[in-house]
């Protein structure tokens, strides 16, 4: 069983920064992909950024060169830092764990990520 805590989020103007982090526990045997997904009301869940077992990371189009996923050394903890965010960033934030996916994949097969966070809060003022 894998248990997902996310912390961080709250509300910046617009060019500021964030950071999400979402804490990782139980076991999790690779290949595995964490990512990190949000939803604005009245849209679907979007994928934003994965990253996988090996390394590898994915961003969706639309946060490139703006969002960094990454993983500390341990591979407990999972970090979004978010710069030069724009109001349209503005949604719940989730952070989810998928078994056997690599991240190439992972942002298009949201029923893949069978574990999620408790999602937190990011707005950004214009």
């Known amino acids: 069983l894998v248990h997902l805590m996310q912390s961080g989020g709250g509300t910046v103007q617009s060019g500021g920064s964030l950071r999400l982090s979402c804490a990782v526990s139980?076991?999790?045997?690779?290949?595995?992909?964490l990512a990190w997904f949000r939803q604005a009301p009245g849209k679907e869940r979007e994928g934003v950024a994965a990253?996988?077992?090996?390394?590898?990371?994915n961003y969706a189009d639309s946060v490139k060169g703006r969002f960094h996923i990454s993983q500390d050394n341990t591979k407990n903890t999972l970090w979004l830092q978010m710069d030069n965010l724009k109001p349209e960033d503005s949604a719940m934030y989730y952070c989810?764990?998928?078994?056997?996916?690599?991240?190439?994949?992972?942002?298009?097969?949201?029923?893949?990520?069978?574990?999620w966070g408790q999602g937190t809060q990011v707005t950004v003022s214009s």
């Open positions: 989810a764990a998928a078994l056997k996916l690599w991240a190439d994949y992972a942002l298009d097969v949201i029923d893949d990520f069978r574990y």
């Open positions: 139980g076991s999790i045997d690779s290949p595995y992909s």
């Open positions: 990253i996988d077992s090996d390394g590898n990371t």
